[in-house]
């Protein structure tokens, strides 16, 4: 499976929109990118994933360039209960199960 | 519907001994995968089931074992625990092994 590369941290104030970037220079064409997030002492919690067409969902977008070489995860209007580590990770749908979590981005989210 | 449960929460163990956690997957599914995450890493692959065999495997020693029934519960077994095992273990079931993975809240394991 491709890696990624995340920002470590970021910060965002409530209400406003949190964008979450992610490089996957090295994706192949039949690796999907998916997106979870662990609030702190929680399992991980899967958010969206995608192909190559932007997905919505009632919890965030997803945003993934044509060249699909990077995406971005947009939490529309951020609460501080969003606060959390957010993953994105690239791979194969029917290649087995295993998720590659990286370090992910610590994002904060501010009153 | 409950969802994916694990026991114990906590867990002290001594070094040398041998733990077994427990895993009850989200009803539905069939497929079981364990996680380790060390502090401020993020989750590493240990093992799946399926069909109660171990199908695929992550680089993790042969101490790591682990079993599933015929209900798709799954036990995760660690033999010989080192201090370096004291982590957080993590439960994630699915169906199919492409499923949508859903995780529990962990067993945190400390070695002393």
């Known amino acids: 499976d491709a890696k990624t590369t995340q920002p470590p941290s970021m910060d965002c104030a409530e209400g406003r929109a949190a964008n979450l970037p992610c490089n996957h220079s090295?994706?192949?064409?039949?690796?999907?990118v998916y997106w979870y997030r662990q609030i702190h002492s929680q399992g991980p919690q899967y958010i969206i994933h995608?192909?190559?067409n932007n997905e919505t969902n009632e919890m965030a977008s997803l945003i993934i360039t044509e060249d699909r070489k990077s995406s971005t995860l947009i939490l529309p209007h951020a609460t501080l209960r969003d606060t959390a580590v957010y993953y994105c990770?690239?791979?194969?749908?029917?290649?087995?199960?295993?998720?590659?979590f990286g370090k992910g981005t610590s994002l904060l989210v501010t009153p | 519907d409950a969802g994916v449960t694990q026991s114990p929460t906590h867990l002290i163990k001594t070094r040398g001994q041998q733990v077994t956690l427990r895993c009850s997957p989200k009803?539905?599914?069939?497929?079981v995968s364990w996680y380790q995450q060390a502090l401020g890493q993020g989750p590493q692959f240990i093992f799946q089931?399926?069909?109660?065999?171990?199908?695929q495997r992550g680089n993790f020693p042969d101490r790591f074992s682990g079993h599933q029934f015929p209900n798709y519960s799954s036990e995760l077994n660690v033999n010989a625990l080192l201090l370096g095992d004291s982590a957080l273990y993590l439960c994630?079931?699915?169906f199919g092994a492409g499923g949508k993975a859903f995780f529990g809240q962990g067993t945190r394991l400390t070695v002393v």
């Open positions: 994630a079931s699915s």
């Open positions: 009803s539905g599914h069939d497929t």
């Open positions: 089931y399926y069909e109660e065999e171990e199908r």
């Open positions: 995608g192909l190559k």
């Open positions: 990770i690239v791979r194969v749908v029917d290649s087995g199960y295993a998720l590659n």
């Open positions: 090295t994706i192949s064409g039949n690796e999907y």
